[in-house]
C-alpha cells in the first residue's frame, strides 16, 4: 500500500507544470546574488526553502546537490544554473543527482527511473562543470542483496558510449565553398569526457557485498567515484563496517554520506562496561 501511494504522488507531480524547478531556480539566483560573489554558497538552499535571508550565524562553506526525480524539471533548471554561471561561482561543488537504473530492490512495478540517456546528455551538454551523480534505484527489499553485473554493465555503457555532441570549431583560415550542416560540425564525446567527474551512489548496505561489480565500474570510468550514502530513515552505520568499505575501496575515490550509529556499551563480566 505505501508503494501505491508514493507511484500514485510520483505520477501526479509529472502532470504538473515544473514550478518547483522554476521556484528553485529563482531562491539560487537570489541566493548566488546575496554571495557576493563568493566561489561556494554560504548553506545549502534546498534546506531552507520557505525561510528568508541568510542564517548569519552560519559561516560554514557549503555546495548544492539538486536531486532529480522528474525529466521534464531538469533541462529549465539546468539552463538556469548554465545563465548564472552556478557551477563556477559554487567553485565547482555543484552536484546533479537521478536514480537512472533499477538497483537492489527496487520496485519496478510502481515506479520507473529517470531517462538515463536524457538526463546525461543534457547534464553534460548544459552544466559540464558539476559533478554528475548517478544512482541505481533501491530499497531494503532485495533479494540479491548487492549490485548484480547487469546493473554495473549498464552504467559502464552509459558513461562510455559516445552519446554527447560537441561542435567542431573549424581554423580561422578555412573558409569552405559549402557550409557544413550541423550534423557535420559535431562531434560526440563521452559521458565520462564530457563532464568534470562522475560519482556513482550506492546503498552502503550493498556497498560490501558488491565490491568486486563496483571495483569494475570504478576501473572501467576513468576519473570516477563512489559515493556510499545511508539514505532517509536510515538507522546509521556502524563504524567497523564503514572502516570496512573505506579499507576496500581505499581513501581516493570514494565520498561518504553517512549516518554514523554511536558506539554500543556491552557490560562484560564482572559488571565492567566497554566501548565496542
Not at 548566488?32 to 548553506?43: G, I, K
Not at 553534460?124 to 558539476?130: F, K, Q
Request: charged share 20%; proline share 8%.
Amino acid at each position: 500500500e505505501p508503494l501505491v501511494r508514493s507511484a500514485s504522488a510520483i505520477e501526479t507531480r509529472q502532470k504538473l507544470p515544473c514550478h518547483e524547478a522554476e521556484a528553485f531556480a529563482g531562491d539560487l539566483h537570489r541566493e548566488l546574488a546575496a554571495s557576493n560573489h563568493d566561489p561556494m554558497m554560504m548553506a545549502c538552499i534546498g534546506a531552507r526553502r520557505g525561510i528568508n535571508g541568510l542564517r548569519p550565524r552560519s559561516f560554514s562553506k557549503k555546495g548544492v546537490k539538486l536531486d532529480f526525480k522528474v525529466l521534464e524539471c531538469v533541462e529549465p533548471a539546468l539552463r538556469h544554473l548554465h545563465s548564472v554561471d552556478a557551477a563556477k561561482k559554487l567553485g565547482g561543488h555543484l552536484w546533479l543527482n537521478a536514480d537512472v537504473f533499477a538497483g537492489p530492490g527496487y520496485p519496478e512495478r510502481f515506479l520507473s527511473p529517470i531517462d538515463a540517456r536524457n538526463f546525461v546528455q543534457l547534464c553534460a551538454e548544459l552544466v559540464p562543470e558539476a559533478v554528475l551523480s548517478l544512482s541505481w534505484g533501491s530499497s531494503s527489499l532485495s533479494a540479491t542483496r548487492c549490485y548484480t553485473p547487469d546493473m554495473v554493465n549498464r552504467m559502464i555503457e552509459l558513461c562510455m558510449s559516445p552519446i554527447v555532441p560537441r561542435p567542431i570549431r573549424p581554423a580561422a583560415a578555412a573558409r569552405p565553398s559549402v557550409a557544413p550542416t550541423s550534423e557535420e560540425n559535431d562531434i560526440y564525446l563521452t559521458p565520462a569526457a564530457s563532464c568534470q567527474h562522475i560519482t556513482f551512489a550506492v546503498a552502503a548496505e550493498y556497498a560490501l557485498n558488491s565490491s568486486q561489480n563496483l571495483v569494475k565500474l570504478l576501473d572501467a570510468v576513468p576519473g570516477s567515484s563512489l559515493t556510499i550514502f545511508s539514505g532517509v530513515g536510515s538507522l546509521g552505520i556502524p563504524p567497523r563496517t564503514i572502516q570496512e568499505i573505506i579499507t576496500t575501496y581505499g581513501t581516493t575515490r570514494l565520498f561518504l554520506d553517512l549516518r554514523v550509529t554511536k558506539p554500543c556499551r556491552t557490560c562484560s563480566q564482572g559488571g565492567v562496561c566497554s566501548t565496542m
